[in-house]
């Protein structure tokens, strides 16, 4: 139990925590009634983003060398790290909307939760942990600005937007989070 407690610790985990739900109270007493209706998907994206872009300050550890040469199996501990990330993610979202208004199904909170969380992985493997945040920052920017179009790429594009029964919005999230934990896990935060 003390390796797990070390492991939290020397990847943020408790302050990530606190961020994630800090994030998704302050959103959801900003998006209370600023939506275009109960079917607005934006308040419950924002909130989802926040809370794994929050998530993302815990994939890269203190020293990337020292994690490198580790004796311990790193890849189950990455994949499982990502996958919880996005659990607690959902969790905190789904515990928010019991309490407040519902503005999100709990289909269209896991789904796009882990899409989120595969996006932050795939951007720490790609960027390192210090910017993991910036890839799902970078989609979800363009999905909210792009005029809503049907066109397969499009919804592609918008996926996190996407009615929870749509198949591309189901699919692109699926890739997402299947891609980005399996790049995490296999090769870690870039340096």
Known sequence: MRWLTLYARSRHVPASIVAVVIGAVALWAL???GGEGPGDP???VLVLAAGAMAASIGLGGQDLALDRTAAIR???RRAAHVLLAGAVVAAVSLTGQMMG???ATTAFVVRDS????GLV???AALAGGQYAWTLP???LSFSFFVPPLTSAPMQVATWMLLPPGTAVGTWTALVLTVVGTAAYALAG???
């Open 31 to 33: 998006a209370r009634d």
């Open 42 to 44: 934006r308040p419950a």
């Open 74 to 76: 790193w890849v189950p």
């Open 101 to 103: 208004e519902d503005m």
């Open 114 to 117: 882990a899409g989120l969380m």
């Open 121 to 123: 992985a795939l951007g």
């Open 137 to 139: 920052f970078a989609w």
């Open 189 to 191: 935060p870039r340096r």
